[in-house]
C-alpha cells in the first residue's frame, strides 16, 4: 500500500466509518471533563472522564494512555516499569496502551519515546497529543483521543507522519496491554468452504505451542484464557515459557478482552492493503503478567512528509458474563456488537 491513491482511498474510508460511529451516538450529550494533574511523578497528565468512564494520558513521555477504567472502576491497562520517569538512554516498556511501527525492529520501532509531547485540547472532548519527532525511525507520531458524554465509548485516531529524507513503509500498530486474569476474544473469518485457494491464516510466532492451554480455537472465533498462563520456572530468560504469541488476518474489525466482569471491546474498521508478519491485522501476546491485544493498518510507503492514520474506538461494558466456548460466547458478542454499531459475522 503506497501513498497518495491508496493513502487517500484509506483517508475516505476512515472518514466514512467515523462519520457512521458519530451518528449513532445522538447529539443530545452532557458536558465532559477534562484536568491536569501529577500522575506518580508526571506532572503534566490528563484525566478525561464521562461519568461512565475515565482514561489517563501521558505527556511527559509518549505519548501513552496509561489508565482505561470503568468510573469507580478498577484500571483495565497495566503499567509496567518506569513510571514517572523520563529521558533514559534505552527504550522502556511503561505499559499501558502505546502506539508503534511494524515490522517489529530495534532500530526503529524501538526508537526513544522518553520526552515531553506537546498537547492541545479538542473541542470540549478530547486532547490531541504530538509526539517529539523519533529521528532513527525518522517519524513523528500524533494520537487523537476523544470521549463521548453518552456513551462508556473512547475514540482514538493514532497518525504516524514521514519527518525525515527518504521514503518509509511501516505499518502502524495498537498496543494496549490489558491487566492479568482475563479472556480475549478474535474474530476469525470464515470464507468460501468450495474455494481452492486458502481463505484465512492463523499466524504463529516461533515460542508458540499449538497445545498451550490459554487458547481454544473455534472456526469463527479464538480465545485466549489468561487465567490458564502459568508463571515460568526462570523469569529470567531471555524467551520464558510463559509467553505466547499468535495473528489472524481477520477483517472484521474488532477484538475483546473480558476481565472481572467488564469488557473492553476494540472497534476499527478494516483497510485494504498488505499487512506485516505474514498478513496479520490482529495479534495477541500473552505472558503471566499481562496480555496485549493488538491491532495493525497496512503496510503503507510514506514519501517525506506523507503521514498515515489508525482510527480505533474503545468501549466497556460492565456486568457481563460469557460462556466458554464459541458456540455460546458468539452470539452474546454478537448481541454487544450490534449495541456499538456493528454487526457480527
Not at 26 to 39: K, L, Q, S, T
Not at 72 to 83: F, S, V
Request: glycine share 10%; with cysteine; aromatic share 8%.
Amino acid at each position: 500500500m503506497r501513498g497518495g491513491r491508496w493513502q487517500r482511498r484509506a483517508v475516505l474510508l476512515v472518514s466514512v466509518w467515523l462519520r457512521a460511529v458519530t451518528a449513532a451516538a445522538g447529539d443530545d450529550v452532557p458536558a465532559i471533563r477534562i484536568e491536569r494533574f501529577d500522575y506518580h511523578g508526571w506532572p503534566n497528565s490528563y484525566r478525561l472522564s464521562n461519568g461512565s468512564i475515565e482514561a489517563v494520558v501521558v505527556t511527559d513521555v509518549g505519548p501513552r494512555i496509561i489508565e482505561l477504567r470503568l468510573a469507580g472502576g478498577e484500571n483495565l491497562l497495566q503499567p509496567r516499569e518506569g513510571i514517572g520517569q523520563s529521558g533514559e538512554s534505552t527504550y522502556r516498556f511503561r505499559g499501558g496502551w502505546r502506539l508503534w511501527i511494524a515490522p517489529e525492529r530495534h532500530e526503529t520501532t524501538y526508537d526513544l519515546d522518553n520526552s515531553p509531547c506537546r498537547v492541545e485540547m479538542i473541542g470540549n472532548s478530547g486532547l490531541r497529543v504530538i509526539g517529539p519527532p523519533q529521528p532513527r525511525a525518522g517519524i513523528q507520531k500524533t494520537i487523537e483521543i476523544e470521549l463521548f458524554a453518552d456513551q462508556p465509548r473512547l475514540r482514538l485516531v493514532s497518525t504516524i507522519k514521514n519527518i525525515g529524507a527518504d521514503t518509509v513503509e511501516y505499518a502502524p500498530w495498537s498496543l494496549p496491554v490489558l491487566r492479568a486474569g482475563g479472556r480475549a476474544f478474535v474474530p476469525f473469518d470464515v470464507g468460501d468452504p468450495n474455494a481452492f485457494d486458502a481463505t484465512r491464516s492463523l499466524i504463529l510466532w516461533s515460542y508458540t505451542k499449538i497445545a498451550d492451554p490459554r487458547y481454544r480455537f473455534g472456526d469463527r472465533l479464538i480465545e485466549i484464557d489468561h487465567r490458564k498462563v502459568q508463571a515460568p520456572a526462570d523469569d529470567a530468560a531471555k524467551r520464558r515459557s510463559d509467553e505466547s504469541k499468535i495473528g489472524v488476518d481477520s477483517r472484521q474489525g474488532w477484538s475483546a478482552y473480558l476481565l472481572d466482569g467488564t469488557l473492553f471491546l476494540k472497534r476499527f474498521p478494516p483497510q485494504p492493503g498488505r499487512y506485516p508478519d505474514g498478513g496479520s491485522t490482529i495479534e495477541v501476546y500473552s505472558n503471566h503478567k499481562f496480555l496485549e491485544l493488538e491491532h495493525l493498518g497496512p503496510l503503507t510507503l510514506l514519501k517525506p512528509g506523507e503521514e498515515m492514520t489508525l482510527p480505533e474506538e474503545w468501549w466497556l461494558f460492565d456486568g457481563l458474563v460469557l460462556p466458554d466456548g464459541q458456540a455460546e460466547a458468539l452470539p452474546a458478542l454478537d448481541n454487544i456488537l450490534a449495541r456499538t454499531g456493528l454487526a457480527g459475522h
